[in-house]
């Protein structure tokens, strides 16, 4: 399941493109589901351990990647800490969810993300409430961003 916690909190990595670059194994390339959101997300193919090939950059190193990507494999990777999504662009929301509906995952969130048209579910840790739409989770969000909530 995913959890949105909006505003600050403690122990979130907010830098989520340094922690990657500390912390990515070369392994994680070899996912399918990894492979499809950098293809998705950053327009790159894998090509090996260490490097993609961008259609607009060429071949890569991993650590070139966008913010959005490298914190979408963290939070497939190392989904036991909480990362801040604000670093993602709504391109992102719906491999987010995908990677929620495989495992918990929590996020950080100082906006509100387009998580699309489709049903989903998500629970708000400011509020406690179970969201399954884009309706519910904006009133829900606009009372945390403003500071109603948070």
């Given amino acids: ?8 909190l403690d122990n979130v990595i907010y830098n989520t493109s340094v922690y990657f670059n ?4 070369p392994e994680w390339l070899n996912d ?29 190193p991993v650590e070139k990647l966008s913010s959005g990507v490298k914190t979408l494999l963290l939070l497939r990777f190392m989904p036991d800490k909480v ?17 929620a509906k495989m495992q918990d995952i929590t996020i950080n969130l100082y906006h509100m993300m387009d998580f699309g048209n489709r049903r989903f579910t998500a629970r708000i840790a400011n509020t406690g409430e179970i969201i399954h739409t884009m309706d519910e989770f904006v009133l829900v969000a606009a ?8």
């Fill in 1 to 8: 399941m995913l959890t949105i916690h909006f505003g600050d």
């Fill in 22 to 25: 500390n912390v990515m194994s």
């Fill in 32 to 60: 399918e589901l990894a492979q499809r959101m950098i293809k998705s997300i950053d327009r790159a193919t894998v090509v090996g351990p260490n490097a993609v090939d961008s259609k607009i950059l060429g071949v890569i």
């Fill in 83 to 99: 990362y801040n999504a604000t670093n993602c662009g709504d391109n992102c929301a719906y491999w987010i969810l995908k990677i």
């Fill in 143 to 150: 009372d945390c961003l403003r500071g109603d909530l948070a």
